[in-house]
């Protein structure tokens, strides 16, 4: 597998920095500016590449580095160069030093443990681009043709007995699925980059995941109109929204002043070890997430009622009766957007604010998905069958 940066980060092979003027990861990479990943930590200035001590931009083949030691060490093996060296094989690599000899700089990229195998030949960086290319298109225009974050015009301003009802059901539902971690919190064990590869990662995580699968499942079943629903179209639902629901708990676990997110089995994961294995890659854009979500301050009826309407969405591409969907979630919305006027009188923008998140966690879902296509096409090992069930491509009725 390539890096784990490298599906939002498509340089050149020079030595320079980036002049890919595309957008990634929701920021705009100008023309000259490297993209740098959210969890690196540039408090104390820029991190040090482990092989020329330049300042690195990310984690590329296992190793943090810099944009020239990332392209160098992918054009060696792409093109399987051969160097040698025209001194005693023992020479400094250094940020002046490291275009001198390029069989001790290739070595010590090997030495500090930039991975051979992570690098892609051309035939896969190809299929690869293609596939993230056209799940990425196909995504957005799935988004654009049906997403419906508003609620329908002439509805009531106020809270109605059924409103009230409805949120009851759901916040029911919500806290009696919500998994309590344990009070004893153990830190997270360090992961040896040079030892867990990627698909290893996705198993740990599924590992961890698959109590809160079960937990969104049985939300569901409680949220009103659900059981109701078309079987398959249930089915279509729970696979399209897990994830971002999951997603939407665990932030709801983060805890501000130690930067750690608190897992289900009581593990936590501090913002400052991101960098630190192929896990830290899958997770750290639910911190993102969870620090936007933190400043919104939402109460528990806002967080069930959320997740309510991450599950019930009516776009979701090969729904068969998205009429039915579009019925409740129109309701749920209804009764969330007074809800907030209700309670929220004098934060006439807090509305429009909740709703992004649900655009913010779709993204994060598409961003996973990604993940799986790319490690399904280079073969690097077994993704969980859980997760290949809930990224597949959802199947519309050929009938």
């Given amino acids: 597998m390539d890096s784990p940066s490298l599906s939002r980060d498509t340089s050149g092979d020079t030595d320079s920095s980036s002049t890919d003027g595309s957008t990634s990861g ?48 992918r054009r060696t093996i792409q093109k399987n160069l051969k160097y040698h060296c025209k001194w005693n094989g023992n020479c400094v690599i250094d940020k ?85 971690a344990p009070n004893i919190r153990f830190p997270l064990p360090e992961y040896d980059t040079s030892q867990t590869s990627e698909a290893e990662a996705w198993q740990q995580l599924a590992e961890v995941m698959t109590p809160s699968i079960v937990k969104v499942v049985e939300f569901a079943k409680g949220v009103p109109g659900f059981v109701q629903l078309n079987v398959d179209d249930q089915i279509l639902l729970l696979k399209s929204c897990c994830m971002e629901v999951m997603c939407l708990r665990a932030a709801c676990r983060f805890d501000a002043r130690t930067q750690a997110l608190i897992l289900p089995n009581g593990l936590t994961v501090h913002k400052s070890a991101l960098h630190k294995g192929s896990l830290g890659v899958l997770v750290e854009p639910i911190f993102e997430f969870a620090l936007g979500l933190a400043k919104l301050e939402l109460d528990q009826t806002e967080v069930a009622l959320l997740a309510a309407v991450l599950l019930m969405q009516s776009d979701r591409s090969g729904l068969k009766e998205p009429e039915a969907v579009e019925k409740l979630q129109d309701a749920i919305l209804g009764a969330y957007k007074r809800y907030i006027a209700e309670n929220r009188p004098h934060q006439p923008v807090h509305w429009a604010k909740v709703l992004m998140k649900v655009t913010d966690l779709r993204t994060i879902s598409t961003r996973h998905a990604e993940r799986v296509l790319c490690v399904r096409l280079e073969s690097k090992g077994d993704i969980p069958p859980m997760f290949l069930e809930m990224f597949r491509e959802n199947e519309t009725d050929k009938s």
């Fill in 26 to 73: 929701g920021s705009i990479r100008r023309k000259g500016v490297p993209y740098i990943p959210s969890y690196m930590d540039l408090t104390n200035g820029p991190e040090p590449c482990v092989v020329c001590s330049d300042a690195a931009t990310g984690y590329h083949y296992r190793c943090m580095t810099c944009e020239g030691c990332k392209g160098f060490f």
């Fill in 96 to 180: 002046t030093t490291r275009n001198q000899c390029q069989e001790c700089r290739f070595q010590k990229c090997v030495r500090v443990g930039m991975a051979t195998d992570l690098v892609l030949n051309e035939r896969q960086r190809k299929a690869k681009r293609k596939l993230i290319e056209e799940n990425r298109e196909r995504r957005k225009r799935d988004n654009i043709k049906g997403l419906r974050l508003d609620t329908p015009d002439n509805v009531p301003e106020h809270m109605s007995d059924r409103d009230r009802s409805l949120i009851a059901d759901i916040c029911g539902a919500y806290e009696a699925t919500r998994i309590k």
